[in-house]
């Protein structure tokens, strides 16, 4: 079965750091490309970053460029999410999600995790 859970959500304040991980299991995960999207209440979904599957290529939305870093492990099965220099308005569902192959460049999933909460608030 083919599953992603991830971890490392909560509560920070403005300014904060935190690194997201999404397990991975039921398929071999260096062979796809993989992408964390967020979901804040009432708003669309966005892409936040994406990743290769070799790890070699990445691509982020404006909104977070700079700030945040998407990497992975292909060893340990696992993709991560370093959020730093938080905004209020990086509050929001983080969803790891993986594409149907190795390319980013198509927003297409066919997996999607439970979600983890990121929550920035003073």
């Known amino acids: 079965e083919v599953q992603l859970v991830e971890s490392g959500g909560g509560l920070v304040q403005p300014g904060g750091s935190l690194r997201l991980s999404c397990a991975a299991s039921?398929?071999?995960?260096?062979?796809?490309?993989m992408s964390w999207i967020r979901q804040a209440p009432g708003k669309g979904r966005e892409r936040v970053g994406s990743?290769?599957?070799?790890?070699?290529?990445?691509h982020y939305a404006d909104s977070v460029k700079g700030r945040f870093t998407i990497s992975r492990d292909n060893a340990k099965n696992t993709l991560y999410l370093q959020l730093n220099s938080l905004k209020t308005e990086d509050t929001a569902m983080y969803y790891c999600?993986?594409?149907?192959?190795?390319?980013?460049?198509?927003?297409?999933?066919?997996?999607w995790g439970q979600g983890t909460q990121v929550t920035v608030s003073s």
């Open positions: 999600a993986k594409h149907p192959d190795e390319s980013y460049s198509a927003s297409l999933y066919d997996c």
């Open positions: 039921g398929f071999t995960f260096s062979n796809y490309a």
């Open positions: 990743i290769s599957s070799g790890g070699g290529s990445t």
